[in-house]
């Protein structure tokens, strides 16, 4: 994609401090990682046509005593398929040897939207902002396009990580029952993840009753009601391409009639807009599928009055890209108009209605929320649910609830 002059440089985050001498768990910066595979902080690649460099910190004994071994300069080239490998600390030495002065840099801060982005605590991106700042193109598009297909690695990545987090959902609604606390239900994930040599692909959201009409609702400590519902978003990371699966169930394990009439018009609606993807498809067809019958349903039960009123009860939209990041990279608009599903790209599809009190509803649908939402692989045939083992129609969410 680039010319014979580019120089890519992708660099990797810092560990970030979450309060006074501890840090947040690491976790390396989504392009850096696709680019390389290193998990070690404080780390630049630079790539040419000619080159494969990596800088990278020393082997320092003292900091392996306490913080873990480092691969080190030494090892780099054999472990991480590198021509060369430096200490980091010699970067801003050694740079001009893989740049002339025709070059065009492609460079990105780790976790920016662009290249003008300069809000990285690491000094090192500051300084190649302004090192080449004459020279500098956006990377991310590029890598956006690439990280768009994937490729059978990732797939079975993302597969095992969707299979781990179904059976964390169905361990959910084994568990769930009236008395119990949102944070009970959610160390069901806690648990599965760890065991599972994974974590969480973002911090889950354990909904219940009202709470479900909140769509980042991230508290996590209410009481679970007999007669409500339980909405749980929440997915994993394995070998950090991610899951993002959401299911919806009554915690006394029935549904209520209203419940099961507002259920059904999210679940058709998902199936629906599931059975749309294919390549050739327009991405935003899932969208449209779904929007069409939840307001047709809605209208139905005498919810909404028209279909200017859908916002009100499903306010975002019914997918988003899914890999490395949970929100992944890669544009929905190309000139104005929306792409067109290809095979390899994993797209999510969680239509939901949310219904808060409201004097013209009847009170019967208060405090409803339903949120269905599985990881969908757009195959050469159609698609592949990646989450399918999650079960999600009313029968078997009942029946598997029962054996409690």
Not at 90 to 106: A, P
Request: hydrophobic fraction near 35%.
């Amino acid at each position: 994609m680039l010319g014979r002059d580019a120089v890519v440089i992708v660099s990797t985050n810092s560990e970030q401090k979450r309060n006074s001498d501890v840090t947040y768990p690491f976790r390396p910066d989504s392009n850096f990682w696709y680019l390389t595979g290193f998990t070690e902080p404080d780390a630049i690649a630079v790539f040419s046509k000619e080159s494969y460099v990596m800088f990278l910190r020393p082997k320092d004994e003292t900091k392996e005593i306490w913080n873990g071994i480092r691969l080190g300069v030494a090892l780099a080239p054999e472990t991480l398929l590198v021509d060369q490998a430096y200490d980091i600390d010699t970067f801003f030495d050694n740079i001009d040897s893989f740049t002339q002065k025709r070059s065009v840099i492609y460079f990105d801060a780790p976790g920016s939207g662009g290249w003008k982005d300069n809000s990285s605590t690491n000094i090192h991106n500051q300084r190649i902002h302004s090192l080449f700042e004459s020279s500098l193109k956006p990377l991310n598009p590029c890598i956006s396009e690439m990280r768009l297909i994937k490729d059978k690695e990732e797939v079975k990545n993302m597969q095992d990580a969707a299979d781990l987090a179904s059976e964390a959902h169905m361990s959910a609604m084994r568990v769930a029952s009236p008395g119990l606390y949102e944070h009970n239900v959610a160390s069901v994930f806690d648990s599965q993840f760890t065991n599972g040599n994974s974590e969480h692909s973002y911090p889950p959201i354990v909904a219940s009753g009202e709470n479900a009409c909140i769509l980042h609702y991230n508290e996590n400590n209410q009481e679970l009601q007999d007669g409500d519902l339980l909405l749980i978003d929440a997915g994993c990371e394995i070998n950090g391409y991610a899951s993002d699966i959401t299911r919806t169930f009554p915690i006394n394990g029935k549904f209520s009639e209203a419940q099961k009439e507002i259920y059904g018009i999210v679940l058709s609606a998902q199936k629906s807009a599931i059975d749309s993807i294919k390549p050739g498809v327009s991405c935003n067809k899932p969208h449209e599928t779904a929007c069409q019958i939840i307001t047709d349903g809605l209208i139905k039960l005498g919810i909404m009055k028209s279909p200017e009123d859908l916002t009100k009860f499903y306010m975002h939209g019914t997918g988003h890209w899914l890999g490395l990041d949970v929100h992944d990279v890669g544009v929905k608009l190309i000139n104005d108009e929306f792409r067109e599903f290809k095979s390899g790209m994993v797209t999510t599809v969680e239509p939901g209605i949310y219904i808060r009190r409201d004097d013209k509803i009847e009170s019967k649908y208060w405090g409803i929320g339903v949120r269905i939402e599985d990881d969908v692989l757009v195959t050469e045939a159609g698609n592949h649910v990646l989450s399918k083992k999650a079960v999600k129609d009313i029968d078997e969410i009942e029946y598997l609830m029962s054996q409690r």
